[in-house]
């Protein structure tokens, strides 16, 4: 049975090869864990550029969802957006604000949720618009309809995560749309970044201008999508705010809405785990953990990148004990390897992966039946919080 709002006192966990001051008794293996001061810091940056840029910066939940933390974050920004009812509601509950929605696709079945929870609604294509317009005419005071437009530009390199392939589904081309926007859109919307740096969001705004310009006089809104990553560590917060000024002057007439979702959970957190077995074949050895890849941290498999693990080296250093890491579920390509350890790893050990906040929880699955980490909070003072754990009957119920 799931318990919620407790704080667990039974795990053992042997501190032998890395620095883990905030390890204790209190935190079960496995468990996200939040640290709330690292939370503030990427608040306190993200407000400033919305206050300085005189912007208006929004929570994507598709990366970041852990609502028991949104009193926290609505003490710097009050706004969120969402892709589906489900967030849309969530976004009214625990954000206590209705929605930026959109959607590739609503259906008649779900419109109703997405016009009650909604303050503004995009819609990914014109038939979309069409068919579903009508139904907010009689909400007009309360919802502004926007439109997905696509630059058919990005420069974003992995295709699986590339809004504008050749192809794509997402947004509506230019050579669609005529000189004049179909009566009620009121906004403009485009999502072309990817953890992406200010430059590359000022290359697309010369392409949006290049194929929609024409429309920016006449609107409302431009919504800049996410993957704006202002809290990376090399990011250049000021040329953004300078930016978006210029933006501004350019187009008074428009409110400017950006939604990242990785930068509000960037660096604040990590996944606890434990190391429960280590086997060896043709002179590889694995250290299994007691969580997966594919069930809990899923875009290192997709994008794929290598997280870093706290102690360890992500090559092979000669001289030192070298593993890949196996998941604990039966998919075989459940791992990743290599990292090099400091000192022999020991069944017991904890291997921490960091920042595994954004884009982790959301994703998760429960492949397999293997359990789920605890959602867990580290605040200011020190104490610990245990958001929620996961038993038998979460798994047993999301199978039937």
Known sequence: MSK???TSNNCQLSIVNCQLPIVNCQLNSPSYVLEE???RKNLSLIKSVKDRAGVNIILAFKAFAMWKSFPIVREYIPYSTASSPFEAQLAFEEMGSPAHTYSPAYTEKDFPAIMRYSSHI???SLSQFERFYPETIKNLSKISCGLR????YSEVGTDLYNPCAPGSRLGVISSLLKDKLPEGIEGLHFHTLCESSSYDLEKTLKQVESKFGRFLPRIKWLNMGGGHLM???DYHVEHLIQLLQNFKKKYPNLEIILEPGSAFAWQTGYLLST??????NQGIKTAIVDVSFTCHMPDCLEMPYKPAIRGARPETVP???VYRIGGNSCLSGDFMGDWSFDEPLKIGDPVIFEDMIHYTVVKTSMFNGVPHPDLVL???DGVIETYRQFGYEDYKNRMS
């Open 122 to 124: 995009t819609f990914n």
């Open 231 to 233: 809290t990376g560590k």
């Open 378 to 380: 580290i605040k200011t």
């Open 275 to 280: 190391v429960v077995d280590i086997v060896e």
């Open 4 to 6: 919620n709002n407790t």
């Open 37 to 39: 001061t690292l939370l």
């Open 319 to 321: 001289g030192k004990p």
């Open 149 to 152: 437009i696509n630059p058919e």
